[in-house]
């Protein structure tokens, strides 16, 4: 691909490397940082309720045969 079809990212950190366009104020980069710390605590959230289900799942007791 050449340089103008090539997919391109913004990024949310401070870059000089980055093209005029894709740059970002500090506000917004930010709101993004925020916004991805909010989903990786989400993220670790579910992941944490999993493992306690899991955990929490017990076995049927047997008797011990005779």
Do not use: K
Not at 14 to 35: E, N
Not at 38 to 52: D, N, V
């Amino acid at each position: 691909m050449d340089d103008n079809t090539a997919p391109r990212q913004l990024s949310l950190l401070p870059s000089s490397a980055v093209p005029v366009q894709f740059r970002l104020d500090a506000d917004t980069r930010r709101r993004g940082l925020r916004h991805v710390a909010e989903i990786r605590g989400q993220l670790a959230a579910r992941q944490a309720a999993r493992a306690a289900e899991q955990t929490d799942v017990r076995q049927p007791v047997r008797p011990t045969a005779a």
